[in-house]
């Protein structure tokens, strides 16, 4: 059984940044981001293997940038150029390395959930 605690979220003006952590309780293969907006199915949004390699969803790309701590067991989310939309639920994930070669992970593939924080981005 794997914990993930999410923290960071809050709220900001469109422009802004954030930066979200997710603690884990042990190693992870793949952890990944997901953001839910009310009324929207949950989406993947960015994702990083054990060794480094990343992947993000177009719509964040160029302005998330996704990396870890080994020694902390943490994850972290920088979001810069905060625009409404992506005002969210975000949530940490974790999945098997095989799920996150190509793309992030379906969420259907995702092992466990952290809680989730909630952003929200003002015009």
């Known amino acids: 059984q794997v914990q993930l605690v999410e923290s960071g979220g809050g709220s900001v003006q469109a422009g802004g940044s954030l930066r979200l952590s997710c603690a884990a309780s042990?190693?992870?293969?793949?952890i990944a981001w997901f953001r839910q907006a009310p009324g929207k199915e949950r989406e993947g949004i960015a994702s990083i293997r054990y060794w480094g390699t990343t992947q993000y969803a177009d719509s964040v790309k160029g302005r998330f940038t996704i990396s870890t701590d080994k020694a902390k067991n943490t994850a972290y989310l920088q979001m810069n150029s905060l625009k409404p939309e992506d005002t969210a639920m975000y949530y940490c994930a974790a999945a098997l390395d095989r799920y996150c070669v190509q793309s992030t992970p379906p969420s259907r593939n995702v092992d466990y959930w952290g809680q989730g924080t909630q952003v929200t981005v003002s015009s």
């Open positions: 042990g190693r992870i293969d793949c």
